[in-house]
């Protein structure tokens, strides 16, 4: 159990002596988590986080200790009174308990000197000094030092009224402790009851107004004081009239007219809004906005991706953290220094706009959800550039900017060797990696047929590790567009080229497995239907042979049918399906065992130099060594990894030139066995 693990423990038994009486609040949790920290300062001591460079101090969880940042940057440890306490010339720690005065009195102590100050000169002072009950949100010194010198004068000038309107409006008339102060609520301030709205984070953070409580619980004898950070003003605009009246929000205002989204932005609600401004859509290109706009479907799709759930001030963002829309999907909302973020780009320019039912922040950069994006715009960021090109080249631009309902089946870059250039061939392939219609990766089973736009019929193969399309297995969550899907694969596909004997007679490089196959009898099994794995031994596995082993195996067809069958395994086994311990049953003998080290597959011990070459019958793995079974004492663990007398391993790493060969492909459709792929 590490320290992280113990502190949670050591704060419950703590919690369990000092407070019986329920739940704490996220607050009082991360409050507990900086006591103990402090603890060994002395009693009542906690221990804070300071941003480098700032004054901006949080309690923190154990996560953010260990971290030692908040919101990207780094912390350093301070020590400091917890809420309540104060130190004692000559003694350790902060042992004694803070006197009991009046609100005015309390501001004096609490860093809210400057709102004592103003509380005197609006003649709030005998409010706050008499009898009562109140709740004052305190703006700290700098709260007040960061208000625009405007809105200050305009405050001070008018000690009376304005003033008074706005220290009453921090105002609630009754106690709220922090545990009071529950996630969403709202109370009637002391300004024409005008509520004050009420946010307590799951981190810890409370805000009042998007504004952070940065000292809560600071009791009086005739009240609380909660400092805050920011001085806050009253709120009456909901979050549709906001974008309504702002002149930056013209185009977003007609978006949500034409989406009828309008009537859900007046009504009651806690959203948190990232409001793209007319800049933000002026940097779409014209012809994908006109297509936006002009789809009821994928306009919807787009506002609802920059609406959340729930409300969120900027105050209550000190990591990232992935958040639901109203489209469906998540959102990554963070924060970098003083900048909030989206997806980790800081495109938020204004903060915390305010309304009866949410929050909204401008954003200079429109959110496109993949629900709104034709294939083309799916496939940017992905690192499938090269595929892109290759569709391109091949003609294939219509599918992939159109509205019918394919997948495309995109190969990475590192698929890719070198930078191939159109050919005949290479169009037919890149026409085979687009499925007719639009599937999810999580409805395909295995055996299931999925017909391309050049007619072939591919295979799914689904296995424990992984699932694949015939040789390519998918190596990234799907990307599900307005139209059409994309699946990330690992390799280019390799359409099946005839049956498994096929393919063995159109390589030189079998020629005397071939040889073996027809002497043991073997022909019609390799060319029937069926789904066969075979570790198919080349001419160098048969060389290295001595000649008299060689000459005898020809010569006893039950021995050489023997051996050939323990080469070949029952079902349809990719190189993408293997994994660390896998197994196989071959036609002949006990078992194969199967493992992949450094993108190599070996099979008992021997690695396969060439991996994956599709058959209609099944798939064909090349080995440079005749496969011998395991000795029984050992480890099978030991299956995966090279023997001591093996050459280096050859990796299975699609090589495109194999599937662009006019030569081969020739040669298997010369092929005396070979079955003719029809068309569906």
Not at 337 to 342: K, M
Not at 622 to 650: C, F, M, W, Y
Request: proline fraction near 5%.
């Amino acid at each position: 159990m590490n320290v992280c693990d113990l502190v949670p423990v050591l704060a419950l038994a703590l919690t369990l002596v000092l407070d019986a009486s329920g739940a704490r609040s996220p607050y009082q949790a991360v409050l507990q988590h900086s006591r103990i920290r402090g603890r060994q300062q002395g009693p009542n001591v906690c221990a804070m986080q300071q941003l480098k460079g700032t004054n901006k101090k949080y309690f923190t969880n154990c996560k953010q200790w260990y971290h030692r940042k908040i919101c990207g940057k780094p912390t350093v440890i301070t020590y400091e009174c917890c809420p309540g306490y104060e130190k004692i010339p000559g003694e350790r720690g902060c042992p004694a308990a803070l006197p009991l005065v009046n609100i005015y009195n309390t501001l004096g102590v609490v860093g809210a000197s400057t709102t004592q100050m103003y509380s005197e000169r609006a003649k709030l002072k005998g409010e706050i000094e008499g009898p009562g009950s109140f709740t004052f949100f305190a703006p700290s010194n700098e709260a007040w030092a960061a208000l625009p010198t405007e809105i200050l004068d305009a405050l001070v000038s008018n000690v009376n009224i304005e003033l008074l309107n706005a220290l009453h409006y921090h105002m609630v008339n009754r106690r709220l402790t922090s545990e009071e102060l529950k996630h969403g609520s709202s109370f009637a301030s002391m300004y024409q009851d005008f509520h004050v709205h009420i946010h307590h984070y799951s981190n810890g953070i409370v805000t009042v107004n998007c504004a952070r409580l940065i000292k809560p619980d600071q009791h009086s004898t005739n009240g609380i004081v909660h400092v805050v950070d920011r001085v806050i003003t009253a709120i009456s605009n909901n979050v549709h009239t906001i974008i309504d009246i702002a002149d930056d929000l013209e185009t977003l205002r007609t978006a949500l007219a034409a989406a009828g989204l309008n009537s859900m932005l007046e009504n009651e609600g806690q959203y948190t809004i990232f409001a793209p401004t007319n800049e933000a859509f002026e940097k779409i290109p014209q012809a994908t906005l006109n297509r936006i706009l002009g789809d009821p479907v994928a306009l919807r799709d787009l506002l609802n991706y920059h609406i959340l759930r729930h409300m969120q001030c900027a105050e209550s963002i000190v990591s990232g953290m992935p958040m639901e829309t109203l489209q469906g999907t998540t959102l990554e909302v963070g924060c970098d220094g003083d900048q909030l973020t989206l997806n980790g780009k800081a495109i938020i320019t204004l903060k915390d706009q305010l309304g009866t039912n949410g929050v909204v922040h401008y954003i200079n950069e429109l959110l496109i959800p993949d629900s709104a994006k034709v294939l083309l715009e799916l496939a940017e960021g992905s690192n499938v550039d090269t595929a892109i090109r290759l569709f391109q080249d091949a003609g294939l631009t219509p599918h992939l900017t159109g509205s019918e309902a394919l997948t495309m089946l995109a190969p990475l870059d590192d698929a890719f060797r070198g930078s191939p250039t159109m050919t005949p061939e290479l169009k037919k392939l890149m026409t085979n990696h687009i499925l007719k219609e639009q599937l999810s990766s999580k409805s395909l089973y295995h055996g299931q047929e999925l017909e391309t736009l050049g007619g072939l019929k591919l295979r799914v193969l689904v296995y424990r590790n992984n699932l694949c399309i015939e040789n390519a297995c998918i190596a990234a969550h799907d990307k599900t567009g307005r139209y059409a899907s994309m699946f990330t694969v690992d390799k280019v596909l390799a359409p099946p080229m005839g049956t498994v004997m096929d393919i063995l007679k159109a390589e030189d490089r079998f020629s005397l497995l071939v040889g073996a196959i027809q002497t043991a009898g073997m022909t019609e099994l390799l060319n029937q239907q069926g789904e066969l794995t075979f570790f198919a031994p080349t001419n160098e596995a048969f060389n290295v042979l001595q000649q008299a082993e060689r000459s005898r195996l020809m010569r006893n067809r039950q021995e050489l049918s023997a051996v050939l069958r323990y080469h070949l395994g029952e079902g349809l086994l990719v190189s993408g399906g293997v994994g660390s311990h896998t197994r196989m049953k071959p036609l002949q003998g006990e078992k194969l065992e199967l493992g992949v080290r450094n993108y190599t597959v070996y099979v008992n011990k021997v690695p396969v130099a060439e991996a994956d070459l599709m058959a209609t019958n099944g798939v064909v793995h090349a080995v440079n060594t005749i496969i011998r079974p395991l000795p029984p004492k050992v480890d099978r663990e030991q299956s995966d990894g090279p023997a001591a007398a093996h050459r280096p391993a050859i990796s299975t790493r699609s090589d495109t030139r194999s599937f662009r060969n006019d030569e081969l492909f020739q040669k298997v459709v010369r092929s005396r066995s070979s079955r003719t792929m029809k068309k569906q």
